[in-house]
Structure formats: structure tokens, C-alpha cells
């Protein structure tokens, strides 16, 4: 029973080890890189918490060791854009909004915008998660720079050509119908395989 009891304690021993000598190595900068895109100190160590769980939950599985510091950057970047998705998402509507019954008009804008979201998800990984942030989540493009660690033109730039990439998606999938303002009025697939669009 002991030799059992020793020898799990061995193969977590290695791995705790590591943990121990990342969080070293690692602590302070990681918590200065998330202080500088969060609100606040507090909020900065519950996402760097957060990010240690995941390292040792993972860390196993990490086969090349000269990618060790950009990988734990990598998740420590998903868990801050984590973070601002699930405050904007715990965000409740006020009660005052009614939604309008939809007429022709708004009924096709809503079924175009089912398709965004999987189009979005399309994009390579920077177009991805700036609009993700931007236009999934609502957050200021000034809230974007922070999260992704960019400049405010450099993030205005992302947002922009994300932006243009879907419009050439929808623009491959549909047909639209425009009224006189401009205003789309109804639009016609071109194809049924369509990343998403209905």
C-alpha cells in the first residue's frame, strides 16, 4: 500500500516540480502582462490563477520545449479574451428594450446574422478573435487593443480587414436585395453550402 501511495506521489512529483519552477520563472511577468489588459490587480491574479490551473492540466502535453513561453502566452492571451467575453456576456439587457415584432426587412438581417458568427469563426486566428471581441461581444476597439495586447491603430486595422473578409464571404454566399437608401430588404442564396448562412 505505501509502495503504491509513494510511487503516485513520484510520477506528480516531476510535474509538480515544473509547475513550481514556472511559477518562479513566470509569476511576475505573466502577472504584469495581464495587469496591463484587465481592470484591475484582483482580476488580473484570478485569470493568472485560472491560467497556472490550465498549464498543469496541459503541461504534459507539451511536446516541444523550445515553444514553452510562447504557449503559456497563448493561453495566458485566450484567458484574458475569455475574461471580457464572459463579463459582456453576464451583462443583462434592460428590461425596458422590447423587441419588435420583425417585418420582412428585419427578418433578413437576422438570418444574415446567424450567418456571421460561423463565418467569423472562419478567419484566420487574428481577424478571428478581434471581431469575436468587437462585434460578437461589443467591446470598444480601445478594450480590444488591451485584450489582444495591440495598439489602438494596429486593432483598427484587424477589425477593418475581419470586417472586409466577411463581407466577401456574404457577398460569395447571397444575392442581395437593396431599397432605395442602400438598406437590404432580402437577399437569395447563391449556394446551400454556405459556412453557416441559412
Not at 419588435?100 to 437576422?110: D, F, I, L, N, Y
Request: glycine share 6%; charged share 30%.
Amino acid at each position: 500500500m505505501n509502495r503504491v501511495t509513494s510511487s503516485a506521489r513520484d510520477d506528480a512529483s516531476p510535474v509538480n516540480d515544473r509547475l513550481a519552477v514556472l511559477w518562479q520563472d513566470y509569476h511576475a511577468k505573466l502577472l504584469g502582462f495581464i495587469r496591463s489588459r484587465v481592470e484591475s490587480t484582483d482580476v488580473a491574479e484570478d485569470i493568472l490563477q485560472d491560467v497556472f490551473i490550465k498549464i498543469q492540466k496541459s503541461l504534459a502535453t507539451l511536446r516541444d520545449a523550445a515553444r514553452l513561453e510562447s504557449w503559456i502566452y497563448q493561453i495566458v492571451r485566450n484567458a484574458v479574451i475569455d475574461h471580457y467575453g464572459a463579463r459582456k456576456a453576464f451583462e443583462e439587457l434592460p428590461q425596458s428594450l422590447a423587441a419588435p415584432e420583425p417585418g420582412e426587412e428585419e427578418q433578413a438581417r437576422r438570418e444574415i446574422s446567424a450567418c456571421l458568427v460561423p463565418m467569423i469563426e472562419t478567419l484566420p486566428a487574428p481577424y478571428r478573435d478581434a471581431l469575436r471581441l468587437s462585434e460578437i461581444d461589443g467591446l470598444k476597439q480601445k478594450q480590444v487593443a488591451e485584450a489582444l495586447g495591440l495598439s489602438l491603430s494596429g486593432t483598427k486595422s484587424r477589425v477593418q480587414r475581419g470586417r472586409a473578409m466577411v463581407k466577401d464571404l456574404l457577398t460569395d454566399c447571397c444575392r442581395f436585395e437593396r431599397d432605395h437608401r442602400g438598406m437590404m430588404i432580402g437577399y437569395e442564396p447563391r449556394n446551400s453550402d454556405c459556412s453557416g448562412c441559412p
